[in-house]
């Protein structure tokens, strides 16, 4: 993993960064990489947390939830962007409804199924096809500057932003 | 044509005699609809601020209904779906049920076809049974209407009530008198989300200019 391990987790700096923009409600499809995150949100009732059954639901969810006062965050794996496409271009943008989409990568680095290729690949060509603001988060020395300027630009300009959690900062997951 | 097994051959109310119905309940809850039929017929009716319209992804209103019942426990959502776009969401009535909101009406106008694409038959034409669906994913309540009366009785029911509660009006499968509808998604989307925080308290999006030196981030509606 990136960067100096004295500045702890990546996970714990995403959970601040969050609770800092005043993001409360999560909602996820759980996901191998991301499950720290997920279980240190679940952890403070702060956060509204929501385990979806599918990740299109969650665009719905944080939609409702934003249209309601909360700022959202909706974490998934790459392959729950292709759940999710016709939502993303049916609801939240053309509703220029803002919310954080936390994506880990498969398919691309340090993979084991080859499944996972196809999607994952297509992923940064998916988000640009859709016109979302993608930033990808790499390096852990920067991790907290680049959430606050996406925070800044999604929750300003009322369009989501992605942020895709790069297996150089997390690892990825060991098959 | 397929035999019906289901439900219309037991009668079936018209959808906007329905909402009329009900429309003055609506005047005190959040009311996110579906597409089309629903939406246009509700809006013949009188717009409402509190009125969203989901004019596009199918299935997601009662997702939209979860996310804000789950934020907003104080107010009474109600959802009017319909059979094509619950069937395409039947995951989120799992979602739903885990966490039971007391706060969320979901009617569900059952015509058993997908009008705005030529009628075609849905699964509800050949049986699939919403309530018992709904019921079997975790809904404490879930019934099946076939007259205006009942209708009337049993939204008002779940609209007045604290359980969560899933009703499913048998409609005949007819179109709109008018889709017209003078009112952009956009002004739609900002007027309903200005209604829901105005009841519940909560500020506006994106928020005022904040100070110049607070917190090292200074934000201005100017570019």
Redesign the interface.
């Known amino acids: 993993m990136r960067g100096d391990p004295a500045l702890g987790p990546w996970w714990e700096v995403a959970y601040e960064r969050l609770k800092a923009h005043d993001v409360r409600l999560i909602a996820h499809v759980p996901d191998a990489v991301l499950s720290p995150l997920i279980r240190r949100l679940e952890e403070d009732p702060f956060f509204v947390v929501v385990p979806l059954t599918r990740e299109e639901e969650g665009v719905g969810v944080v939609a409702g939830g934003y249209l309601g006062g909360l700022r959202g965050a909706l974490l998934m794996q790459s392959s729950g962007l292709g759940n999710s496409v016709n939502a993303l271009g049916g609801l939240s943008l053309p509703y220029q409804i803002p919310f954080l989409l936390v994506i880990s990568p498969r398919g691309r680095l340090a993979e084991f199924n080859p499944s996972q290729v196809p999607m994952g690949r297509a992923v940064p060509k998916v988000l640009d096809a859709l016109g979302i603001e993608t930033v990808t988060l790499e390096r852990r020395d920067e991790l907290a500057e680049q959430i606050d300027q996406a925070a800044r630009t999604c929750f300003s300009t009322s369009f989501p932003v992605a942020l895709i959690v790069s297996t150089l900062l997390s690892g990825g997951k060991r098959g | 044509m397929t035999e019906s097994r289901g439900g219309t051959e037991g009668g079936a109310m018209r959808r906007i005699d329905a909402l009329e119905a009900i429309y003055p309940a609506l005047r005190d809850t ?1 009311v ?1 609809t579906i597409m089309g039929g629903v939406a246009a017929e509700l809006y013949s009716l009188g717009h409402r601020p509190n009125f ?1 319209y ?1 004019e ?2 199918m ?14 426990p104080d ?1 009474k959502i109600v959802v009017l779906d319909g059979d094509g776009s619950c069937l395409m ?1 039947l ?2 009535l ?2 739903t049920s ?2 039971l909101p007391p706060n969320l009406a979901h009617i569900i106008f059952d015509n058993e076809s997908l009008m705005s694409v030529g009628g075609f038959p849905t699964a509800t034409s050949t049986g699939a049974d919403l309530a018992g669906i709904a019921r079997a994913a975790g809904y404490p309540s879930a019934v099946t209407v076939r007259t205006v009366d009942d209708f009337r009785d049993e939204a008002t029911r779940a609209i007045d009530g604290t359980q969560l509660a899933c009703i499913v009006a048998k409609v005949e499968a007819r179109n709109p008198t008018s889709f017209y509808m003078d009112v952009h ?2 002004e739609n ?1 900002f007027e ?2 200005r209604a ?2 105005a009841r ?1 308290g ?2 506006v ?2 928020a005022p200019p904040q100070q110049v030196g607070t917190a090292g ?1 200074t ?1 201005t509606t100017r570019g």
């Open positions: 959040l996110v969203f989901n596009h992804a299935g997601l209103a009662s997702s939209i209904g979860l996310g804000l019942a789950l934020c907003l107010e969401n995951g989120g799992t979602t885990r966490y998604i956009l989307r309903f989300a829901a925080r519940a909560r500020p999006e994106p981030e934000q």
